[in-house]
Protein backbone atom coordinates (compact mmCIF):
# COMPACT_ATOMS: atom_id res chain seq x y z
CA UNK A 1 0.00 0.00 0.00
CA UNK A 2 1.42 3.48 -0.76
CA UNK A 3 2.77 5.18 2.24
CA UNK A 4 4.75 8.29 1.19
CA UNK A 5 4.77 10.27 -2.16
CA UNK A 6 1.18 8.36 -2.66
CA UNK A 7 0.27 6.58 -6.08
CA UNK A 8 -1.91 9.13 -7.98
CA UNK A 9 -5.31 8.06 -9.63
CA UNK A 10 -7.29 9.34 -12.51
CA UNK A 11 -10.38 8.21 -13.32
CA UNK A 12 -12.80 8.14 -16.34
CA UNK A 13 -16.16 7.18 -15.17
CA UNK A 14 -18.65 6.58 -18.25
CA UNK A 15 -22.35 5.26 -18.31
CA UNK A 16 -25.14 5.78 -16.27
CA UNK A 17 -25.42 7.11 -12.82
CA UNK A 18 -25.55 3.43 -11.01
CA UNK A 19 -22.11 3.02 -13.25
CA UNK A 20 -20.93 6.48 -10.82
CA UNK A 21 -21.87 4.89 -7.62
CA UNK A 22 -19.05 2.10 -8.55
CA UNK A 23 -16.89 4.64 -9.89
CA UNK A 24 -17.29 6.43 -6.24
CA UNK A 25 -17.03 3.10 -4.31
CA UNK A 26 -13.51 2.33 -6.11
CA UNK A 27 -12.20 6.00 -5.50
CA UNK A 28 -13.14 5.61 -1.54
CA UNK A 29 -11.34 2.55 -1.30
CA UNK A 30 -8.39 3.73 -2.99
CA UNK A 31 -8.08 7.02 -1.01
CA UNK A 32 -8.82 4.83 2.61
CA UNK A 33 -5.67 2.67 1.30
CA UNK A 34 -3.56 5.45 0.84
CA UNK A 35 -3.75 6.70 -2.83
CA UNK A 36 -4.11 9.77 -4.22
CA UNK A 37 -7.06 11.12 -6.47
CA UNK A 38 -6.21 13.50 -9.31
CA UNK A 39 -8.22 15.62 -12.05
CA UNK A 40 -5.50 15.76 -14.13
CA UNK A 41 -4.17 12.91 -16.34
CA UNK A 42 -0.69 14.18 -16.36
CA UNK A 43 -0.03 13.92 -12.91
CA UNK A 44 -1.76 10.28 -12.43
CA UNK A 45 0.38 7.00 -12.04
CA UNK A 46 -2.89 5.21 -12.31
CA UNK A 47 -5.13 5.65 -15.11
CA UNK A 48 -8.64 3.71 -14.46
CA UNK A 49 -11.64 3.61 -17.02
CA UNK A 50 -14.79 2.05 -15.16
CA UNK A 51 -16.48 1.36 -18.63
CA UNK A 52 -20.01 1.13 -19.77
CA UNK A 53 -21.13 -1.65 -22.16
CA UNK A 54 -25.18 -1.11 -22.53
CA UNK A 55 -25.45 -0.21 -26.22
CA UNK A 56 -23.03 -0.09 -28.80
CA UNK A 57 -22.84 3.39 -28.57
CA UNK A 58 -22.13 3.54 -25.07
CA UNK A 59 -19.31 0.99 -26.24
CA UNK A 60 -17.55 2.59 -28.39
CA UNK A 61 -17.62 5.64 -25.67
CA UNK A 62 -15.13 3.01 -23.91
CA UNK A 63 -12.94 2.38 -26.92
CA UNK A 64 -11.93 5.89 -27.26
CA UNK A 65 -11.39 6.40 -23.43
CA UNK A 66 -8.75 3.25 -23.61
CA UNK A 67 -7.54 4.77 -27.33
CA UNK A 68 -7.04 8.04 -25.17
CA UNK A 69 -5.55 6.52 -21.84
CA UNK A 70 -2.69 4.19 -24.22
CA UNK A 71 -1.69 7.66 -25.62
CA UNK A 72 -1.49 8.98 -22.02
CA UNK A 73 0.29 5.63 -20.95
CA UNK A 74 2.87 5.70 -23.60
CA UNK A 75 4.44 8.39 -23.16
CA UNK A 76 6.32 7.06 -20.05
CA UNK A 77 4.95 2.75 -20.14
CA UNK A 78 7.75 1.65 -17.47
CA UNK A 79 5.68 3.97 -14.79
CA UNK A 80 2.81 4.51 -15.55
CA UNK A 81 -0.49 2.19 -14.79
CA UNK A 82 -3.54 1.56 -16.96
CA UNK A 83 -6.78 -0.11 -15.58
CA UNK A 84 -9.85 -0.92 -17.23
CA UNK A 85 -12.62 -1.94 -15.29
CA UNK A 86 -16.59 -2.21 -15.25
CA UNK A 87 -19.25 -3.42 -17.55
CA UNK A 88 -17.25 -3.95 -20.42
CA UNK A 89 -15.21 -6.34 -19.03
CA UNK A 90 -18.15 -8.07 -17.79
CA UNK A 91 -19.50 -7.86 -21.11
CA UNK A 92 -16.63 -8.99 -22.94
CA UNK A 93 -16.59 -12.42 -22.03
CA UNK A 94 -14.18 -13.50 -25.01
CA UNK A 95 -11.76 -10.99 -24.31
CA UNK A 96 -12.32 -9.73 -28.10
CA UNK A 97 -11.82 -6.25 -26.58
CA UNK A 98 -9.02 -7.26 -24.25
CA UNK A 99 -7.13 -8.75 -26.91
CA UNK A 100 -6.86 -5.35 -28.82
CA UNK A 101 -5.27 -3.42 -25.81
CA UNK A 102 -2.17 -5.47 -24.64
CA UNK A 103 -1.08 -1.94 -23.17
CA UNK A 104 -3.41 -2.36 -20.45
CA UNK A 105 -2.35 -3.67 -17.30
CA UNK A 106 -5.51 -4.79 -15.42
CA UNK A 107 -9.10 -6.05 -16.24
CA UNK A 108 -11.73 -5.89 -13.92
CA UNK A 109 -15.79 -6.96 -13.86
CA UNK A 110 -18.06 -6.16 -11.65
CA UNK A 111 -16.75 -8.06 -8.37
CA UNK A 112 -13.34 -6.26 -7.59
CA UNK A 113 -14.73 -2.66 -7.28
CA UNK A 114 -13.54 -2.54 -3.76
CA UNK A 115 -10.42 -5.06 -3.92
CA UNK A 116 -8.96 -2.26 -6.57
CA UNK A 117 -6.21 -1.43 -4.38
CA UNK A 118 -4.72 -4.77 -3.38
CA UNK A 119 -5.12 -5.91 -7.06
CA UNK A 120 -2.65 -2.71 -7.75
CA UNK A 121 0.12 -4.04 -5.39
CA UNK A 122 -0.16 -7.39 -7.03
CA UNK A 123 1.21 -6.00 -10.33
CA UNK A 124 3.34 -3.70 -9.02
CA UNK A 125 5.31 -6.26 -7.13
CA UNK A 126 4.58 -9.47 -9.55
CA UNK A 127 5.11 -8.10 -13.62
CA UNK A 128 3.22 -11.89 -14.39
CA UNK A 129 0.06 -10.18 -13.51
CA UNK A 130 0.41 -7.44 -16.01
CA UNK A 131 -2.85 -7.84 -18.63
CA UNK A 132 -4.51 -10.39 -16.64
CA UNK A 133 -8.56 -10.38 -16.29
CA UNK A 134 -10.58 -11.00 -12.72
CA UNK A 135 -13.89 -11.67 -13.68
CA UNK A 136 -16.51 -13.53 -11.93
CA UNK A 137 -19.31 -15.07 -14.51
CA UNK A 138 -22.19 -14.45 -12.53
CA UNK A 139 -21.38 -11.01 -10.47
CA UNK A 140 -22.24 -10.92 -7.26
CA UNK A 141 -20.89 -7.82 -5.53
CA UNK A 142 -22.93 -5.53 -3.21
CA UNK A 143 -21.55 -2.51 -1.41
CA UNK A 144 -23.22 -1.21 2.42
CA UNK A 145 -23.15 1.46 4.36
CA UNK A 146 -20.04 0.41 5.51
CA UNK A 147 -17.92 0.60 2.02
CA UNK A 148 -16.00 3.63 1.68
CA UNK A 149 -17.10 5.86 -0.92
CA UNK A 150 -16.03 9.12 -2.53
CA UNK A 151 -18.51 11.38 -3.94
CA UNK A 152 -18.28 12.71 -7.26
CA UNK A 153 -21.62 14.75 -7.44
CA UNK A 154 -21.83 18.37 -6.37
CA UNK A 155 -21.85 18.27 -2.78
CA UNK A 156 -26.07 18.64 -2.36
CA UNK A 157 -27.07 15.74 -4.52
CA UNK A 158 -25.99 11.99 -4.43
CA UNK A 159 -27.00 8.60 -5.88
CA UNK A 160 -28.13 6.14 -3.31
CA UNK A 161 -28.27 2.74 -5.62
CA UNK A 162 -30.76 0.54 -3.33
CA UNK A 163 -29.90 -2.78 -5.49
CA UNK A 164 -27.72 -4.53 -8.20
CA UNK A 165 -28.82 -6.45 -10.96
CA UNK A 166 -31.71 -7.48 -12.81
CA UNK A 167 -34.76 -10.26 -12.76
CA UNK A 168 -36.66 -8.57 -15.71
CA UNK A 169 -34.88 -10.11 -18.69
CA UNK A 170 -36.67 -8.02 -21.54
CA UNK A 171 -35.35 -9.60 -24.65
CA UNK A 172 -33.60 -6.79 -25.63
CA UNK A 173 -31.47 -6.04 -22.55
CA UNK A 174 -28.02 -7.24 -22.21
CA UNK A 175 -28.08 -5.87 -18.25
CA UNK A 176 -28.78 -8.85 -16.16
CA UNK A 177 -25.75 -10.97 -18.55
CA UNK A 178 -23.82 -7.91 -17.50
CA UNK A 179 -24.65 -7.28 -13.94
CA UNK A 180 -26.54 -10.49 -12.55
CA UNK A 181 -29.55 -11.23 -10.61
CA UNK A 182 -30.92 -9.00 -8.33
CA UNK A 183 -29.50 -8.13 -5.15
CA UNK A 184 -31.18 -5.67 -2.87
CA UNK A 185 -29.60 -3.92 -0.62
CA UNK A 186 -30.73 -3.69 3.48
CA UNK A 187 -33.32 -1.07 4.12
CA UNK A 188 -31.24 -0.81 7.45
CA UNK A 189 -27.66 -0.44 5.61
CA UNK A 190 -29.88 2.49 3.40
CA UNK A 191 -30.98 4.42 5.93
CA UNK A 192 -27.82 4.71 7.54
CA UNK A 193 -25.90 5.47 4.01
CA UNK A 194 -28.86 8.23 3.53
CA UNK A 195 -28.11 9.88 7.07
CA UNK A 196 -24.26 10.05 6.20
CA UNK A 197 -24.67 11.11 3.06
CA UNK A 198 -27.43 13.89 4.25
CA UNK A 199 -24.82 15.15 7.06
CA UNK A 200 -22.66 15.72 4.24
CA UNK A 201 -24.84 18.60 3.11
CA UNK A 202 -26.95 16.45 0.48
CA UNK A 203 -30.37 17.92 -0.05
CA UNK A 204 -31.40 15.57 -3.29
CA UNK A 205 -30.93 11.77 -2.91
CA UNK A 206 -32.05 9.76 -6.18
CA UNK A 207 -32.93 6.60 -5.65
CA UNK A 208 -31.34 4.35 -8.43
CA UNK A 209 -31.26 0.74 -9.59
CA UNK A 210 -32.02 -1.31 -12.83
CA UNK A 211 -35.45 -1.33 -11.58
CA UNK A 212 -36.54 0.35 -7.91
CA UNK A 213 -39.89 -0.89 -8.07
CA UNK A 214 -38.00 -4.45 -7.98
CA UNK A 215 -35.95 -3.44 -4.67
CA UNK A 216 -37.00 -6.48 -2.60
CA UNK A 217 -38.48 -8.98 -4.31
CA UNK A 218 -35.00 -11.59 -3.77
CA UNK A 219 -35.58 -10.79 0.01
CA UNK A 220 -38.14 -11.40 3.20
CA UNK A 221 -37.30 -7.25 4.47
CA UNK A 222 -39.96 -5.00 2.19
CA UNK A 223 -40.43 -3.64 -0.55
CA UNK A 224 -39.86 0.30 -2.15
CA UNK A 225 -42.79 1.13 -0.01
CA UNK A 226 -41.04 0.15 3.35
CA UNK A 227 -37.76 1.75 2.03
CA UNK A 228 -39.65 5.22 1.43
CA UNK A 229 -41.28 5.06 4.40
CA UNK A 230 -38.00 4.43 6.36
CA UNK A 231 -36.28 7.25 4.58
CA UNK A 232 -38.90 9.97 5.34
CA UNK A 233 -38.79 9.12 9.16
CA UNK A 234 -34.99 10.43 9.06
CA UNK A 235 -35.34 13.76 10.92
CA UNK A 236 -33.74 16.15 8.11
CA UNK A 237 -34.59 18.60 5.64
CA UNK A 238 -33.77 16.82 1.83
CA UNK A 239 -35.68 15.53 -0.48
CA UNK A 240 -36.03 12.05 -2.29
CA UNK A 241 -36.33 11.69 -6.06
CA UNK A 242 -36.71 8.22 -8.22
CA UNK A 243 -35.28 6.82 -11.21
CA UNK A 244 -36.16 3.83 -13.36
CA UNK A 245 -39.17 2.56 -12.06
CA UNK A 246 -41.03 -0.59 -14.45
CA UNK A 247 -44.62 -0.17 -14.75
CA UNK A 248 -45.27 -4.17 -13.98
CA UNK A 249 -44.18 -3.70 -11.06
CA UNK A 250 -45.51 -0.32 -9.77
CA UNK A 251 -47.90 -1.01 -7.16
CA UNK A 252 -51.06 0.55 -5.48
CA UNK A 253 -49.00 0.51 -2.12
CA UNK A 254 -45.86 2.49 -3.82
CA UNK A 255 -48.01 5.19 -5.53
CA UNK A 256 -49.81 5.27 -2.17
CA UNK A 257 -46.31 5.99 -0.46
CA UNK A 258 -45.05 8.34 -2.81
CA UNK A 259 -48.09 10.62 -2.18
CA UNK A 260 -47.96 10.11 1.25
CA UNK A 261 -44.50 11.43 2.24
CA UNK A 262 -43.89 15.04 1.23
CA UNK A 263 -39.92 13.99 1.22
CA UNK A 264 -40.35 11.91 -2.15
CA UNK A 265 -40.82 14.34 -5.17
CA UNK A 266 -43.82 14.39 -7.16
CA UNK A 267 -41.13 12.53 -10.16
CA UNK A 268 -41.04 9.56 -11.50
CA UNK A 269 -38.62 8.14 -14.26
CA UNK A 270 -40.93 5.26 -15.89
CA UNK A 271 -39.36 3.67 -18.81
CA UNK A 272 -42.38 2.06 -21.06
CA UNK A 273 -40.26 1.58 -24.43
CA UNK A 274 -43.58 0.70 -26.41
CA UNK A 275 -47.43 0.56 -25.91
CA UNK A 276 -48.36 -1.88 -28.57
CA UNK A 277 -49.37 -5.16 -26.87
CA UNK A 278 -47.44 -7.61 -29.31
CA UNK A 279 -44.73 -5.41 -29.13
CA UNK A 280 -44.24 -4.88 -25.31
CA UNK A 281 -44.82 -9.08 -25.95
CA UNK A 282 -41.71 -9.38 -27.80
CA UNK A 283 -40.07 -6.68 -25.51
CA UNK A 284 -40.74 -9.53 -22.52
CA UNK A 285 -41.99 -6.33 -20.74
CA UNK A 286 -44.67 -8.25 -18.74
CA UNK A 287 -47.17 -5.35 -18.89
CA UNK A 288 -50.34 -4.78 -21.52
CA UNK A 289 -51.07 -1.41 -22.61
CA UNK A 290 -54.14 -1.59 -20.36
CA UNK A 291 -52.01 -1.80 -17.29
CA UNK A 292 -49.68 1.21 -18.43
CA UNK A 293 -52.69 3.43 -19.01
CA UNK A 294 -54.37 2.09 -15.50
CA UNK A 295 -50.56 3.19 -13.71
CA UNK A 296 -50.56 6.87 -15.50
CA UNK A 297 -54.23 7.27 -14.55
CA UNK A 298 -53.61 6.33 -10.87
CA UNK A 299 -50.23 8.39 -10.23
CA UNK A 300 -51.72 11.32 -11.96
CA UNK A 301 -55.08 10.88 -9.85
CA UNK A 302 -53.29 9.97 -6.46
CA UNK A 303 -50.55 12.97 -6.94
CA UNK A 304 -52.03 15.44 -9.04
CA UNK A 305 -48.72 17.40 -9.42
CA UNK A 306 -46.59 14.27 -10.36
CA UNK A 307 -44.08 14.94 -13.34
CA UNK A 308 -43.56 11.58 -15.49
CA UNK A 309 -40.52 10.92 -17.37
CA UNK A 310 -40.50 7.89 -19.94
CA UNK A 311 -38.57 6.29 -22.68
CA UNK A 312 -39.37 4.29 -25.90
CA UNK A 313 -37.89 2.40 -27.94
CA UNK A 314 -38.39 3.04 -32.17
CA UNK A 315 -37.46 0.29 -35.15
CA UNK A 316 -38.00 -2.91 -31.97
CA UNK A 317 -38.26 -6.31 -34.61
CA UNK A 318 -41.85 -6.41 -36.27
CA UNK A 319 -42.65 -2.37 -35.43
CA UNK A 320 -45.60 -2.20 -37.83
CA UNK A 321 -46.20 1.43 -39.21
CA UNK A 322 -49.58 0.78 -37.03
CA UNK A 323 -47.68 0.12 -34.21
CA UNK A 324 -45.70 2.99 -34.86
CA UNK A 325 -48.77 5.46 -35.39
CA UNK A 326 -50.18 3.74 -31.81
CA UNK A 327 -47.16 5.53 -30.38
CA UNK A 328 -47.69 8.08 -31.80
CA UNK A 329 -51.02 8.91 -30.47
CA UNK A 330 -50.43 8.06 -27.22
CA UNK A 331 -47.62 9.89 -26.84
CA UNK A 332 -50.06 12.79 -28.33
CA UNK A 333 -52.72 11.53 -25.70
CA UNK A 334 -50.76 11.31 -22.50
CA UNK A 335 -48.36 14.08 -22.63
CA UNK A 336 -45.60 13.37 -21.13
CA UNK A 337 -43.21 15.56 -19.22
CA UNK A 338 -40.14 14.36 -19.59
CA UNK A 339 -39.55 12.14 -22.43
CA UNK A 340 -36.49 10.60 -24.51
CA UNK A 341 -36.13 7.67 -27.42
CA UNK A 342 -33.73 5.02 -28.22
CA UNK A 343 -33.90 3.89 -31.75
CA UNK A 344 -33.12 -0.07 -31.62
CA UNK A 345 -29.95 -1.78 -32.23
CA UNK A 346 -29.64 -5.68 -31.73
CA UNK A 347 -27.33 -6.28 -28.87
CA UNK A 348 -25.69 -9.69 -29.22
CA UNK A 349 -26.69 -12.58 -27.40
CA UNK A 350 -30.15 -11.00 -26.40
CA UNK A 351 -33.44 -12.83 -27.44
CA UNK A 352 -34.33 -9.12 -29.57
CA UNK A 353 -31.51 -9.74 -31.84
CA UNK A 354 -32.38 -12.85 -33.05
CA UNK A 355 -36.11 -12.17 -33.62
CA UNK A 356 -37.59 -11.96 -37.38
CA UNK A 357 -39.20 -8.75 -39.22
CA UNK A 358 -36.27 -6.24 -38.23
CA UNK A 359 -36.65 -2.63 -38.88
CA UNK A 360 -34.04 -0.90 -41.12
CA UNK A 361 -32.18 1.12 -39.07
CA UNK A 362 -32.88 4.40 -41.05
CA UNK A 363 -36.63 3.99 -40.60
CA UNK A 364 -35.71 2.78 -36.69
CA UNK A 365 -34.03 6.89 -36.41
CA UNK A 366 -36.26 8.68 -38.51
CA UNK A 367 -39.59 6.80 -36.24
CA UNK A 368 -37.16 8.00 -32.95
CA UNK A 369 -36.96 11.68 -34.85
CA UNK A 370 -40.54 11.49 -35.38
CA UNK A 371 -41.25 11.10 -31.83
CA UNK A 372 -39.48 13.55 -30.49
CA UNK A 373 -40.46 16.62 -32.45
CA UNK A 374 -44.10 15.94 -31.45
CA UNK A 375 -42.91 15.56 -27.72
CA UNK A 376 -40.85 19.26 -28.60
CA UNK A 377 -43.92 20.64 -29.08
CA UNK A 378 -45.57 19.40 -25.91
CA UNK A 379 -43.11 20.55 -24.00
CA UNK A 380 -42.39 24.34 -25.44
CA UNK A 381 -46.09 24.43 -24.60
CA UNK A 382 -45.96 22.92 -20.93
CA UNK A 383 -43.33 25.22 -20.65
CA UNK A 384 -44.98 28.52 -21.60
CA UNK A 385 -47.59 27.61 -19.67
CA UNK A 386 -45.77 27.94 -16.58
CA UNK A 387 -44.46 31.68 -16.75
CA UNK A 388 -45.69 33.79 -14.51
CA UNK A 389 -45.43 30.88 -11.72
CA UNK A 390 -43.29 30.38 -8.68
CA UNK A 391 -41.16 27.16 -7.90
CA UNK A 392 -38.56 26.61 -5.46
CA UNK A 393 -34.82 25.50 -7.52
CA UNK A 394 -32.34 23.61 -6.36
CA UNK A 395 -28.91 25.84 -7.44
CA UNK A 396 -26.11 23.39 -9.58
CA UNK A 397 -24.05 25.82 -11.09
CA UNK A 398 -23.23 30.01 -10.74
CA UNK A 399 -21.53 32.38 -13.19
CA UNK A 400 -21.38 35.81 -13.73
CA UNK A 401 -24.15 36.06 -16.17
CA UNK A 402 -27.03 33.67 -14.68
CA UNK A 403 -27.01 30.73 -12.12
CA UNK A 404 -28.65 27.32 -13.45
CA UNK A 405 -31.02 25.03 -11.28
CA UNK A 406 -33.26 22.76 -11.82
CA UNK A 407 -37.24 22.43 -10.12
CA UNK A 408 -38.97 19.29 -8.73
CA UNK A 409 -39.68 18.71 -12.12
CA UNK A 410 -35.76 18.18 -13.02
CA UNK A 411 -33.79 15.50 -12.49
CA UNK A 412 -29.77 16.16 -12.97
CA UNK A 413 -28.07 16.15 -16.51
CA UNK A 414 -30.95 14.57 -17.93
CA UNK A 415 -34.04 16.89 -17.95
CA UNK A 416 -34.92 20.25 -18.21
CA UNK A 417 -33.04 23.95 -16.68
CA UNK A 418 -34.13 26.50 -15.01
CA UNK A 419 -31.70 30.04 -15.67
CA UNK A 420 -31.33 32.28 -13.47
CA UNK A 421 -30.66 35.89 -13.69
CA UNK A 422 -29.65 38.03 -12.20
CA UNK A 423 -27.20 35.90 -9.89
CA UNK A 424 -25.73 38.19 -7.47
CA UNK A 425 -25.74 36.42 -3.76
CA UNK A 426 -26.69 33.11 -5.40
CA UNK A 427 -24.52 29.88 -4.42
CA UNK A 428 -23.91 26.46 -5.58
CA UNK A 429 -26.53 23.94 -3.37
CA UNK A 430 -28.98 26.99 -2.44
CA UNK A 431 -32.61 26.54 -2.91
CA UNK A 432 -34.23 29.88 -3.71
CA UNK A 433 -37.93 30.65 -4.93
CA UNK A 434 -37.86 31.99 -8.58
CA UNK A 435 -40.70 33.14 -11.22
CA UNK A 436 -40.66 31.96 -14.31
CA UNK A 437 -40.03 35.14 -17.20
CA UNK A 438 -39.91 32.85 -20.36
CA UNK A 439 -40.17 29.37 -21.53
CA UNK A 440 -38.42 27.58 -23.87
CA UNK A 441 -38.77 24.22 -25.34
CA UNK A 442 -36.75 22.14 -22.97
CA UNK A 443 -34.99 25.47 -20.86
CA UNK A 444 -36.89 27.74 -18.19
CA UNK A 445 -35.96 31.42 -17.53
CA UNK A 446 -36.31 32.88 -14.49
CA UNK A 447 -36.06 35.63 -12.12
CA UNK A 448 -35.12 35.52 -8.13
CA UNK A 449 -37.87 36.41 -5.81
CA UNK A 450 -36.81 38.74 -3.14
Known sequence: MPEQNPLMVYMVSLGCPKNLVDSEVMTGSLLVNGFGLTMDATDADIYIINTCAFIESARQDTVDAIEDAVEWKELDPENRMLIVTGCMVQWDKKDKVKNEWPEVDLWTG??????????????????????????????????????????????????????????????????????????????????????????????????????????????????????LRELQSIDADFKIRLLYAHPAHLTDEIIDVMAQCPKVLPYLDLPLQHISDHLLTAMRRHVTRHQIEDVLAKLRKRIPNIVLRTTFITGFPGETDEDFQELKEFVKTWKFDRLGVFSYSPEEDTPASSLKDAVSPEIAVARAEEIMKI????????????????????????????????????????????????????????????????????????????
Not at 129 to 138: A, P, V, Y
Not at 168 to 196: F, H, M, Q, T, W
Not at 207 to 221: P, R, W
Open 375 to 450: QGEISLQRNKELVGKEFSVIIDEVTKKHATGRTYMDAPEIDNIVQVSPARDIKVGDIINVKITRGGRYDLFAEPIK
Open 110 to 227: LDTIEQLPEKIAEIKTNPKFHGRTIRQSEPCYLYSDETPRFQWTLPHLAYLKIGEGCNNRCSYCSIPDIRGVLRSRKISSLRIEAENLIKGGVKELILIAQDITAFGHDTEQGTLADL
